[in-house]
T-cell receptor
């Protein structure tokens, strides 16, 4: 099955700086890569996603890049703000056979220091 | 309001006492899934369903059962709960286009403690 590794597990940045979180996946057939943000005590919420036919996607201060050859994708947050502090999860969807699983990384605790 | 509703939100129970966590969505989504969240392990998929009467095992199905008799409901059943099933559980749903996953909507979570 799919295996997703996420780094770093914790990340602290100064307000206004950029933050980058990286994930690698194992199944070259995976074709959907969402990123979720989970605030303390809350549900995970989708912040951005990318499909395998696209190399980069941006939404205001958030961007995701995908390198299919190297099987890795990254989340970039620019001009970080204290409200960006949360746990971020990457995930990969493997469409192998009849399976439609979504495999998550272990999460990154992002802290934005004022 | 579009939502995924889980019940109960919190439950403390004892080893071996059967329990069911309900999940209901009002978005007419085909795909539904259960995850457990444990510190340092992220979200791990327990079971998922691509439509009524179609269910498949995720990465950690042992000790759990599910059913999908109606499109809107996807209950998680623990026939004989054990302490290692103490965790935070999330139900999620999404449309299914037949080709790849779509963004998933998560419920608020159920915190389960098995003593």
């Amino acid at each position: 099955g799919e295996n997703v590794e996420q780094h770093p597990s914790t990340l602290s940045v100064q307000e206004g700086d950029s933050a980058v979180i990286k994930c690698t996946y194992s199944d070259s057939a995976s074709n959907y890569f969402p990123w979720y943000k989970q605030e303390l005590g809350k549900r995970p919420q989708l912040i951005i996603d990318i499909r395998s036919n696209v190399g980069e996607k941006k939404d205001q201060r958030i961007a995701v890049t995908l390198n299919k050859t190297a099987k890795h994708f990254s989340l970039h947050i620019t001009e970080t703000q204290p409200e960006d502090s949360a746990v971020y999860f990457c995930a990969a969807s493997s469409p192998s056979g009849s399976a439609r699983q979504l495999t998550f990384g272990s999460g990154t605790q992002l802290t934005v220091l004022p | 309001e579009a939502q995924v509703t889980q019940n109960p939100r919190y439950l403390i129970t004892v080893t071996g006492k059967k329990l069911t966590v309900t999940c209901s969505q009002n978005m007419n989504h085909e795909y539904m899934s259960w995850y457990r969240q444990d510190p340092g392990l992220g979200l791990r998929q327990i079971y998922y369903s691509m439509n009524v009467e179609v269910t498949d095992k995720g990465d950690v199905p042992e000790g759990y059962k599910v059913s999908r008799k109606e499109k809107r409901n996807f209950p998680l059943i623990l026939e004989s709960p054990s302490p290692n099933q103490t965790s935070l559980y999330f139900c999620a749903s999404s449309p299914w286009t037949g080709q790849s996953n779509q963004p998933q909507h998560f419920g608020d979570g159920t915190r389960l403690s098995i003593l």
